[in-house]
């Protein structure tokens, strides 16, 4: 046979697999691609560029080239070689191509990835987060997340001075209940009073512990247990003083729990952004004419 030989169009040989016998073997030409792809969007504020080696087997006696079927995995130069192996024989076939037709080839390969090719990136809406090419999902939700905290952290702020204010509240209370009973009760004793006192005092810190729990990094009640632990246990003798604390508490708790459950819906919030090619996106770096080395009958 006379092998095939297309004017302008360099030649290259695949070397064959390790172990391969050559007296099996037959060089099957084929269309191998190198070009560079550009992916641009202004919106994702994005303009990346990736290498790409697409290749085909070569059409027999005018038939379409089918670039869904690649002749190799991967190839570059340096695994490719100038010259074919002695040992490997050319296989026979009706080529009829011509170099108008490896440029007809290339026009089919840009318009396959114009219409398919898509660069999918992660998108969060609310804080108009993009991913970055080939980053995973897993890397890109931690990203969303700071900002989700960013949102939330002022409305935290303002609900912990809200109910601090509202415990101080209570314990400006107490210590008016407190005057106002002992002007009424000036016999009891100094050892009752100060029992009552220091009660009173155990109650107010375990509530200001509590709240301080709930509010430091979004803790306590809503990442962590679902009832505040008290610290200690102290009988409680005054009743107003208990349901005024577990009412700031409950309120807390619930507060904190609607906001946390709003960090989560904007911190694991994303769809998926695509990007396409135009035909100036995709630029031919070189076509080759390679020779593959396929298995024939013996």
Known sequence: MERLSIEGIQEFWQHPADGQERRHLAYRPS????????????????????????????????????????????????QLA????????????????TRADFEQYEAELIDKLVRGERLRLFFNPVFGLFSVPEETLEDF?????????????PELKRLRNRFELQLEQVREAQAMKGARAEEINKDITEEIKLESLIAHKLHLFESEHRLADMFSTLAGAVF????????????????????DLDRVEQEASEALRALYEEYLALANEYDLFEIGLQPNNVQVVRRLLLWVPVAVAP
């Not at 100038?82 to 191509?97: F, V």
């Not at 962590?224 to 009743?239: F, H, L, Q, R, S």
């Open 82 to 97: 100038t010259r074919p192996d002695p040992g490997i024989a050319h296989r026979d076939g009706n080529y009829q191509t």
């Open 224 to 243: 962590g247990t679902t009832e505040p632990k008290p610290i200690t246990k102290v009988k409680w003798e005054d009743a107003e003083l208990r349901e």
């Open 31 to 78: 269309v191998l691609v190198e070009c560079s792809i550009n992916y641009r969007s202004l919106r994702a504020g994005l303009n990346h560029s990736e290498e790409r080696t697409y290749s085909a087997w070569l059409p027999e006696a005018g038939l379409a080239i089918d670039w869904d079927q690649p002749a190799v995995n991967s190839a570059t130069l340096a």
């Open 141 to 153: 939700l931690p990203r969303i997340a700071e900002s989700a905290l960013s949102r939330v952290e």
